[in-house]
């Protein structure tokens, strides 16, 4: 009786509980910050100076690296414009409210909803650009995701070495599993990549598994996102 | 009365705050601990209305830890008069 009545009242108050809860994660997030910079104000001077040029050097290197990005992605847009693809250049830019490990089931509460122009299966990609999941429900300021890595979700993508299609098969906490026949060749460290036109890499090989007597090699894939520390996503509407 | 309404707040804050693996094995324990806590189906309501993920096929589907806390509580129910657990 409590099962049906519960299910009958929770699944009409989704939206409600969200907003209910909203409040306490984005002063969580707000308080996470405070901490973070309480702990910057403990440290020494000459420690400081170290990581300030640890960080102008990883800049200086990220910047470069941005560049060359920078010009092979022109190349690809005015190539796909050429062909009459345009990429869509609408995004919008959310905060990450709840991620893994608080959620069990690997999905994202973010703070854009309907009002900031979110529909229902957006795309959620990291702000570098890779694909992380879907929106799966829309509320009026929030919304929830699914990610790739979600338990049970299949997600289809190219294993870049020898351009073979895959479905990753999600098995929760950012990792991704794929059966492949024994004589196609996959090693650790492999890229998976999206199967769309603009293919941005999903996944890494992280394992492979194969007992000599079977015809198919298990392939363990984590994500290229770290689903347990995201803070901010990019929205595809 | 008291410290099941106290474990209610307390395991409420923290599905909102803490990570999974601490509210779930505490609601568990909880559910273990007071006899019929069927607040605990509640709280697994809300889990699963704040973190699952929207599928429409089924309750089971749709509401999974509660209908493991659900089957649980009944399983319990006469383990828990045998061992003489908490209150």
């Known amino acids: 009786m409590i099962f049906v009545f519960g299910a009958l009242f929770f699944s009409f108050s989704r939206g409600l509980m969200v907003n209910i809860f909203s409040p306490l994660w984005k002063g969580e997030n707000a308080v996470a910050v405070g901490f973070r910079n309480l702990a910057t104000f403990f440290k020494s001077k000459n420690s400081l100076i170290e990581e300030n040029q640890i960080l102008r050097d990883k800049l200086a290197s990220s910047e470069l690296a941005n560049i060359s990005l920078q010009t092979i992605s022109d190349a690809e847009n005015s190539l796909l414009t050429n062909f009459g693809r345009v990429s869509p250049n609408k995004f919008i830019t959310a905060a990450v409210l709840v991620h893994p490990p608080q959620t069990p089931y690997d999905s994202l509460i973010i703070d854009a909803g309907a009002v900031d122009g979110v529909s229902l299966d957006a795309e959620v990609s990291l702000p570098e650009g890779p694909k992380i999941g879907t929106v799966t429900e829309v509320f009026s300021h929030s919304s929830r995701a699914k990610l790739y890595s979600s338990n049970g979700e299949e997600t289809n993508a190219v294993l870049e070495r020898s351009e073979v299609p895959v479905t990753l098969v999600g098995r929760g906490g950012g990792n991704f599993e794929i059966a492949l026949p024994r004589d196609v060749a996959v090693e650790i460290g492999d890229k998976i990549l999206s199967a769309n036109l603009a293919s941005t890499v999903i996944g890494i090989v992280g394992d492979v598994e194969m007992k000599p007597t079977d015809s198919f090699k298990k392939v363990i894939v984590r994500s290229v996102a770290n689903v347990y520390t995201l803070r901010f996503v990019v929205l595809v509407p | ?87």
């Open chain 2, 1 to 87: 009365m008291i410290p099941r309404i106290v474990t209610f707040f307390i395991l409420l804050l923290a599905i909102g705050t803490m990570p999974f693996w601490i509210y779930m094995p505490a609601i568990v324990v909880a559910l273990m601990f007071f006899p019929f806590y069927f607040e605990a189906i509640i709280l697994g309501f809300l889990v699963d209305v704040l973190y699952g993920s929207h599928i429409t096929s089924g309750l089971s589907f749709v509401f999974p830890f509660t209908l493991f806390l659900s089957v649980f509580i009944i399983i319990i129910l006469p383990i828990r008069e045998r061992l003489r657990l908490g209150y």
